[in-house]
């Protein structure tokens, strides 16, 4: 049995919806379990994130997807100060050769989610992981909300919420295409797991 880690931090309850919406599709793959991870203000002190527990699972994983929503064109503080703790996992290689993937969630269709994207592929590669893409192409033909990947974005998933509930966001058709990528990361993950080193 393989694990996929998703962790993530959500301010209003939008990126919480698209980890959901991940775990799902990683959890449809046979052969793998998933770890939902909630990164929260309290695990930090004096500007520092630390909750050992949570990171010993994540050293355990075979995958780890990471979440945050886009503020001011980066991820949150909480994620960033979850980031910075990373430093102690980089001078070991620690999670060297994982698989990775990320997704983000803002109120506009843009709202600078990509910088948030390129940071947490950044993030992965810095950590010698290997970032995998999203699984749907883009479907802008019809401009409808229900479309998978409505906004095209090519590096991670970037979903479109509000702090609105009465709005429905993010969309069927977001939260389908984050199911979507769980599915995809898993499904490479147990591929990854599976080659031979000296094939």
């Not at 309850?13 to 959901?20: I, L």
């Not at 959890?27 to 010993?56: N, S, Y």
């Amino acid at each position: 049995m393989k694990t996929v880690a998703i962790v993530f931090h959500s301010g209003y309850g939008n990126t919480a919806k698209v980890a959901a919406a991940v775990a799902e599709g990683a959890h449809a793959v046979a052969g793998v379990t998933v770890r939902l991870l909630a990164l929260t203000p309290e695990q930090i002190t004096a500007g520092r994130w630390q909750d050992d527990a949570l990171m010993a699972e994540l050293s355990a994983a075979d995958a780890i997807i990471f979440g945050a929503p886009t503020y001011m064109g980066m991820v949150s503080g909480v994620f960033k100060c979850f980031a910075d703790a990373t430093a102690g996992i980089w001078f070991q290689m620690g999670w060297k050769d994982k698989i990775a993937g990320g997704f983000t969630s803002s109120a506009y269709t843009s709202g600078d989610k990509v910088m948030t994207l390129h940071y947490l592929a950044t993030l992965a590669a810095q950590l010698r992981m290997v970032w995998v893409g999203p699984a749907a192409p883009p479907s802008n033909l019809t401009g409808d909300e229900q479309d998978l990947d409505r906004n095209g974005y090519y590096i991670g998933i970037g979903a479109v919420g509000n702090v609105r509930e009465d709005l429905g966001l993010p969309s069927a058709g977001d939260l389908r295409t984050a199911a979507l990528y769980g599915q995809r990361i898993a499904e490479v993950t147990l591929r990854w797991q599976a080659a031979p080193l000296n094939a």
